[in-house]
């Protein structure tokens, strides 16, 4: 499986590190689908239970001009070449997309996968609209492609 972001936020850009935004709650929800508690682990850590489940990490934008961390910021776009990834790996049964935006511009990039594209809603403190237990529901729908 394959999870896409939209493009990092400037403390995960600061950071180095994906999801590095205390508040965001990713590596909260992926732990849910895996069955294990990411947070409390170091980055390495994290990024090898997520191998180890077979889940990738990427993003829909390669690069983009933004001020701030809100995808509604995002100006000239340049997208990372999704389609051509989801060729080369035969074993990829599932994208699933952290948000609308990622989900907007991956599912357009990904017409015709034949990885199952999942819209999810996004682990960003900026989408409060949604109750975190209703975003676990939402998620944990991703385990069925784990098995």
Same mark, same amino acid.
């Given at each position: 499986? %394959?999870? /896409?972001?939209?493009? !990092?936020?400037?403390?995960? /850009?600061?950071?180095?590190?994906?999801?590095?935004?205390? =508040?965001?709650?990713?590596?909260?929800?992926?732990?849910?689908?895996?069955?294990?508690?990411?947070? !409390?682990?170091?980055?390495?850590?994290?990024?090898? *239970?997520?191998?180890?489940?077979?889940?990738?990490?990427?993003?829909?934008?390669?690069?983009?001009? =933004?001020?701030?961390?809100?995808?509604?910021?995002?100006?000239? @776009? #340049?997208?990372?070449? /999704?389609? #051509?990834?989801?060729?080369?790996?035969?074993?990829?049964?599932?994208? *699933?997309?952290?948000?609308?935006?990622? *989900? =907007?511009?991956?599912?357009? %990039?990904?017409?015709? &996968?034949?990885? #199952?594209?999942? !819209?999810?809603?996004?682990?960003?403190?900026?989408? @409060?609209?949604?109750?975190?237990?209703?975003?676990?529901?939402?998620?944990? &729908? /991703?385990?069925?492609?784990?098995?």
């Amino acid at each position: 499986m %394959l999870v /896409l972001g939209s493009l !990092p936020g400037e403390q995960s /850009l600061r950071a180095r590190r994906y999801y590095a935004h205390p =508040r965001n709650r990713f590596w909260h929800l992926v732990g849910k689908v895996i069955g294990k508690e990411l947070e !409390p682990l170091a980055y390495d850590d994290r990024l090898a *239970a997520l191998l180890e489940a077979k889940i990738g990490l990427w993003d829909a934008v390669a690069s983009a001009r =933004r001020k701030g961390s809100l995808d509604a910021a995002i100006r000239e @776009a #340049e997208h990372n070449p /999704l389609a #051509e990834l989801a060729v080369s790996l035969p074993e990829l049964r599932a994208v *699933a997309f952290n948000g609308a935006t990622a *989900a =907007r511009i991956g599912s357009r %990039l990904l017409a015709g &996968s034949r990885a #199952e594209l999942v !819209p999810l809603p996004s682990s960003s403190p900026a989408y @409060a609209a949604m109750k975190l237990a209703e975003k676990e529901r939402l998620w944990r &729908s /991703l385990s069925k492609f784990l098995e």
